[in-house]
T-cell receptor
Framework: QKEVEQNSGPLSVPEGAIASLNCTYS??????FFWYRQYSGKSPELIMS????GDKEDGRFTAQLNKASQYVSLLIRDSQPSDSATYLC??????????????FGQGTTLQVKP | DTGVSQNPRHKITKRGQNVTFRCDPI?????LYWYRQTLGQGPEFLTY????????KSRLLSDRFSAERPKGSFSTLEIQRTEQGDSAMYLC????????????FGPGTRLTVT
């Protein structure tokens, strides 16, 4: 059973701080990794994708990938109350069908306190 | 708005009734996915279409569920003889037919079975 693990939280940080969200995955074949943000009652919104080892920065967001350790993380700098949401880690399942379907973690709830 | 659209946004039905949901993907995206999400969990893969062909169905999908994508455009997901356990958010996502696996979600259809 291929799995994606996240700490459900809540992770609470003060406004302006760095929020660090972590994710581990079980399938060594996975090649594509994503972070989605989901506000309560809404659908997931893609905020970052990463395909190779190292860091990828986009504005206040940095995704980090370490395939050897099967670990993905998301850093949010200068956290704002509007960043309060559930962050979902997703990994492509490159099994025999190779459809690109995503396996999601259960999500980490982030609370940014003013 | 050129994003993924889903209808209806909310559906309340009585146990035993049939329901049908519709998804219109981003126009240039030939890959389409259905997921289901229950409270506190990440989305769970249901089925995948490449153009009009349904190429994968989750083993978790019972015979009461069926999906179609005629002419490779919009898709429908039908649930027959609904059960209370079918209550969930049903999400549709699409992506282009490229080597990138980034999926974009619609707003979802929230199903409540009473």
């Amino acid at each position: 059973q291929k799995e994606v693990e996240q700490n459900s939280g809540p992770l609470s940080v003060p406004e302006g701080a760095i929020a660090s969200l972590n994710c581990t995955y079980s399938d060594r074949v996975s090649q594509s990794f994503f972070w989605y943000r989901q506000y309560s009652g809404k659908s997931p919104e893609l905020i970052m994708s990463i395909y190779s080892n190292g860091d990828k920065e986009d504005g206040r967001f940095t995704a980090q990938l370490n395939k050897a350790s099967q670990y993905v993380s998301l850093l949010i700098r200068d956290s704002q109350p509007s960043d309060s949401a559930t962050y979902l880690c997703a990994v492509t399942d490159h099994g025999s069908s190779n459809t690109g379907k995503l396996i999601f973690g259960q999500g980490t709830t982030l609370q940014v306190k003013p | 708005d050129t994003g993924v659209s889903q209808n209806p946004r909310h559906k309340i039905t009585k146990r035993g009734q049939n329901v049908t949901f519709r998804c219109d993907p981003i126009s240039e995206h030939n890959r389409l996915y259905w997921y289901r999400q229950t409270l506190g969990q990440g989305p769970e893969f249901l089925t995948y279409f490449q153009n009009e062909a349904q190429l994968e169905k989750s083993r978790l999908l019972s015979d009461r569920f069926s999906a179609e994508r005629p002419k490779g455009s919009f898709s429908t997901l039908e649930i027959q003889r609904t059960e209370q356990g079918d209550s969930a958010m049903y999400l549709c996502a699409s992506r282009p037919g490229s080597s990138l696996y980034e999926q974009y979600f619609g707003p979802g259809t929230r199903l409540t079975v009473t």
